[in-house]
């Protein structure tokens, strides 16, 4: 490892083998871990009564607060061996399934979400646990491999119903392996990576515990955003230099413009 990778070369083997790792360190110093999770309960205490709280999308947005763990040394430093020193920051999200009623989160490929958005489809989502997330309250399952096969990322999509389930679409029985799909057990402060292109979802929470994370999504720059997709979404330069020509937001700013241009569309990204 170099001074600023903290994964291993046979940790990189395995995520580009697999689709995903758990590299089983925790991404922040305590206190700093602490003021992240502070930072979201405020949140979630002024969510409004009808708004659920399992997608809390582009906090950063209206929050530069924020980029102080998005753009922080310890989170790239878990992303440049996987992407390379060129990094921007691509999207962040809390996803927090309450105790007890904590929507399902279908079978998907977080790409079927982004075509019309980047291309190449190269992203790498750090999931960090803000609770203690297991099999009991709704941990992420993923399926290894899956980003390299078969429809690698495209999968064929079915309704399912929104009352039960985070997204309104599933990727058909036909197209899964669920037999195949292995949990994402963290403790708080600990992250995942997987591949944006990789098969995932998660059961309800049932359980008396709370399961919240924090995604941050990150992409080499060589990655281009779509002109459509620049009126309502922004990248912003995390590490190195831009390769593909993009456009990057001030991380000192606010945008709540970029939020009521992404509350009016019809299509959601993930």
Same mark, same amino acid.
């Not at 921007?88 to 009623?101: E, M, Q, R, T, Y």
């Given at each position: 490892?170099?001074?600023?990778?903290?994964?291993?070369?046979?940790?990189?083997?395995?995520?580009?083998?697999?689709?995903?790792?758990?590299?089983?360190?925790?991404?922040?110093?305590?206190?700093?871990?602490?003021?992240?999770?502070?930072?979201?309960?405020?949140?979630?205490?002024?969510?409004?009564?009808?708004?659920?709280?399992?997608?809390?999308?582009?906090?950063?947005?209206?929050?530069?607060?924020?980029?102080?763990?998005?753009?922080?040394?310890?989170?790239?430093?878990?992303?440049?061996?996987?992407?390379?020193?060129?990094?921007?920051?691509?999207?962040?999200?809390?996803?927090?399934?309450?105790?007890?009623?904590?929507?399902?989160?279908?079978?998907?490929?977080?790409?079927?979400?982004?075509?019309?958005?980047?291309?190449?489809?190269?992203?790498?989502?750090?999931?960090?646990?803000?609770?203690?997330?297991?099999?009991?309250?709704?941990?992420?399952?993923?399926? &290894?491999? @899956?980003?390299?096969?078969? *429809?690698? !990322? $495209?999968?064929?999509?079915?309704?399912?119903? #929104?009352? +039960?389930?985070?997204?309104?679409?599933?990727?058909?029985?036909?197209?899964?392996?669920?037999?195949?799909?292995?949990?994402?057990?963290?403790?708080?402060?600990?992250?995942?990576?997987?591949?944006?292109?990789?098969?995932?979802?998660?059961? &309800?929470? @049932?359980?008396?515990?709370? *399961?919240? !994370? $924090?995604?941050?999504?990150?992409?080499?720059? #060589?990655? +281009?955003?779509?002109?459509?997709?620049?009126?309502?979404?922004?990248?912003?330069?995390?590490?190195?230099?831009?390769?593909?020509?993009?456009?990057?937001?001030?991380?000192?700013?606010?945008?709540?413009?970029?939020?009521?241009?992404?509350?009016?569309? @019809?299509?959601?990204?993930?």
């Amino acid at each position: 490892m170099t001074a600023t990778q903290r994964l291993t070369a046979e940790q990189v083997a395995t995520y580009h083998r697999e689709g995903y790792l758990l590299p089983v360190v925790n991404v922040f110093p305590d206190r700093k871990f602490q003021d992240l999770k502070n930072n979201f309960e405020a949140k979630l205490a002024v969510l409004p009564a009808d708004q659920r709280p399992e997608g809390m999308a582009s906090p950063h947005f209206t929050d530069p607060k924020l980029m102080e763990w998005l753009l922080a040394d310890e989170v790239l430093d878990l992303v440049e061996p996987l992407i390379g020193p060129d990094i921007a920051l691509f999207f962040s999200a809390f996803i927090c399934k309450p105790k007890g009623d904590g929507k399902r989160v279908p079978w998907h490929e977080d790409s079927s979400y982004w075509k019309p958005i980047i291309s190449p489809m190269e992203v790498v989502t750090v999931w960090l646990a803000i609770d203690p997330s297991t099999t009991e309250n709704g941990c992420m399952y993923i399926v &290894p491999r @899956t980003h390299n096969t078969g *429809r690698k !990322g $495209f999968s064929d999509y079915e309704p399912v119903d #929104t009352a +039960k389930n985070v997204f309104p679409t599933e990727i058909t029985p036909a197209q899964r392996n669920d037999a195949a799909a292995v949990p994402c057990i963290l403790k708080p402060g600990q992250c995942s990576l997987h591949d944006g292109r990789l098969v995932h979802g998660s059961p &309800p929470n @049932t359980s008396d515990i709370r *399961r919240c !994370g $924090f995604t941050m999504r990150y992409v080499p720059t #060589t990655v +281009k955003l779509s002109e459509d997709a620049s009126d309502w979404h922004q990248l912003y330069l995390a590490r190195g230099r831009d390769q593909a020509g993009n456009y990057y937001a001030d991380p000192t700013k606010s945008y709540p413009e970029i939020v009521e241009r992404r509350a009016a569309r @019809t299509k959601k990204i993930h």
